[in-house]
């Protein structure tokens, strides 16, 4: 008799279904490029709407104008307060060398965390004379919620990845320490990203809305809202691949080859009357992406630039952005 044999139902890609650390994600994987610039950015999820343009894709509708969903997002510039310098380490892999941090650190910052105010510039000198040893320079950054139209006054604080030589890296961060990063010198319009949040959280969820299983028949059992057969009897564990009750939502999620359609500093292109449900007026610059993002308003949505894609389209034509 031939062996009977089918591909496994449901998808395990999400196990397991845990809360995330913080309210906004880490990223621990960059695109390898010789380009000397940051590999991300991010804002502050405001809400949906939709545009109006010429569609440039293969298909019946290129050349004509389409209405297209966005979401948009406020993205004031990020404000660079440090450096980490990596090495790699033969048994424990890559570990942090030593930081450089800003001799004059924002306000703001100080609510997220505690740097010194005179900074420690002189761990940059230390980087540079121990150049060889060092594979990896990361920028730190810190978000400006006080130039946006959220009512957040502590700011996100995180990594930013860079491209180019560890030479050209270590110049780079020199010269970025203390000052501003924009939107225009990461991306530019039409240019693929990966968008990286932190979902909606659902909490307590049963088996049936957490993993979509069949409700039982009444005369099955005395539950109906349960997994039929949890496992044997011996071993007398439940598998990890055994739907059970558990944290829905407030995951980390990576939306990969989400296409940035616009961006821009007048906030008045996309202000609606009276504010944006749960979010309020646009106050700063906005960013305009392809679909729908991961989160709900207010929340920190960080960009990568593409993994998977280094593909550029061109850039999109909108003929209007419906407020």
Do not use: C
Request: no cysteine; proline share 6%.
């Amino acid at each position: 008799m031939p062996k009977k044999s089918r591909s496994r139902s449901g998808s395990l890609a999400y196990k397991p279904k845990t809360r995330a650390e913080r309210i906004y994600p880490d990223v621990s994987t960059w695109e390898d490029t010789d380009e000397l610039k940051p590999l991300g950015y991010a804002g502050y999820k405001v809400g949906m709407t939709r545009v109006l343009r010429i569609d440039d894709t293969e298909g019946a509708t290129e050349g004509q104008e389409v209405a297209t969903p966005v979401t948009i997002l406020e993205a004031p510039p990020l404000r660079v307060y440090g450096a980490r310098f990596y090495v790699e380490d033969l048994n424990s892999g890559k570990q942090v060398f030593t930081e450089a941090w800003t001799e004059s650190p924002s306000k703001e910052l100080q609510r997220a965390t505690d740097i010194p105010k005179e900074g420690n510039m002189e761990n940059l000198e230390k980087a540079k004379e121990n150049s060889a040893e060092i594979t990896d320079v990361k920028l730190l950054v810190h978000t400006q919620p006080s130039r946006a139209g959220i009512s957040k006054k502590k700011p996100a604080n995180f990594e930013l990845g860079l491209g180019g030589s560890v030479e050209d890296q270590l110049e780079y961060a020199e010269e970025m320490i203390g000052k501003e990063i924009e939107f225009s010198d990461v991306f530019e319009e039409g240019e693929y990203s990966d968008v990286i949040g932190v979902t909606k959280g659902k909490g307590m969820e049963g088996p049936v809305q957490r993993y979509g299983i069949k409700r039982l028949d009444h005369k099955t059992q005395k539950k109906r809202r349960k997994a039929g057969n949890v496992g044997p009897w011996h071993p007398d564990q439940l598998s990890w691949r055994i739907p059970l009750p558990g944290q829905q939502g407030y995951n980390n999620r990576t939306e990969h080859n989400k296409r940035i359609l616009s961006h821009g500093e007048d906030s008045e292109e996309v202000q609606r009357d009276g504010g944006f449900k749960n979010y309020g007026e646009v106050q700063s610059n906005y960013i305009l992406v392809k679909g729908s993002v991961p989160g709900p308003a207010e929340r920190l949505v960080r960009l990568r630039t593409a993994l998977r894609t280094d593909e550029n389209p061109g850039n999109p034509e909108i003929t209007h952005i419906e407020k």
